[in-house]
């Protein structure tokens, strides 16, 4: 691994950043490899891509992160990506992140969901999230227009946002699948009609809440949203 790393320092160093923009990464291959993110001239992110997503799609998932995000547009930052055929058992991206200093990685700017009591704590005033939160206030398209429930419209958004959207499941429910399968008994049961053209995240929560029973909330923070039946203050978060 380390005579790998020692020529691939020197070959992304050499390379030209491009700005992350949809044409730029329509162009990569979809294949394994590593990439930088670079803003104001200095490395900040470190990736390796995996069997679900190669560089092609990582790399337009990041461009769909940063147009939902305040003080930043992804043209603001470049990318440099290498190809690289075996990466299974080789923990490139940790001696890159090492050696670059990326602070972005592990600071926010992973997909992760922070988890439930999280959201009583501070993100790092430095932090990925702290300094570009995310935008909920920019028209997108992402919902079927039509008649559909609350439910079936969160599934959408959950699986289209490029940041964690979390709402509130059965009690005990648990796995990855959970939000598909156990979701609050009013969600299924709450229908919706959605309209045709783009709303803002802010506007379609609200329609969301609108067909719910009274005592929903729906809280944004920097990283992520969350709707729970609750009435509770987020020192942290701001009720929509």
Known sequence: MSAVLHQLVPQLDAMSGEPLTRTATALLPDAQGVYLLIHQGNVHYVGKTDAQ????????????????????????VEFKAAQILVLTAMDIETQLISHYRADWNGSGFGSNDPGRERETTAKPPQGFDARFPINIDRPVEILTPGPTTVHRALMELKLALPFTL??????????????????????????????????????????????LPVG?????????????????????????
Request: aromatic share 8%; charged share 20%.
């Open 53 to 76: 997503a190669g560089l092609r799609t990582r790399l337009t998932r990041h461009v769909a992160k940063f147009e939902q995000r305040d003080n930043i547009v992804p043209a603001d």
């Open 166 to 211: 979390r709402y509130q499941l059965e009690p005990g429910a648990k796995g990855s699948q959970a939000f598909r399968t156990r979701p609050h008994a009013d969600l299924p049961t709450s229908p919706i009609m959605v309209p045709t053209g783009p709303m803002t995240i802010r506007q379609t929560v609200n329609l969301l809440l609108a067909a």
């Open 216 to 240: 929903w909330q729906a809280t944004r923070f920097v990283s992520h949203l969350i709707l729970y039946k609750e009435e509770r203050s987020y020192v942290h978060g701001t009720p929509i």
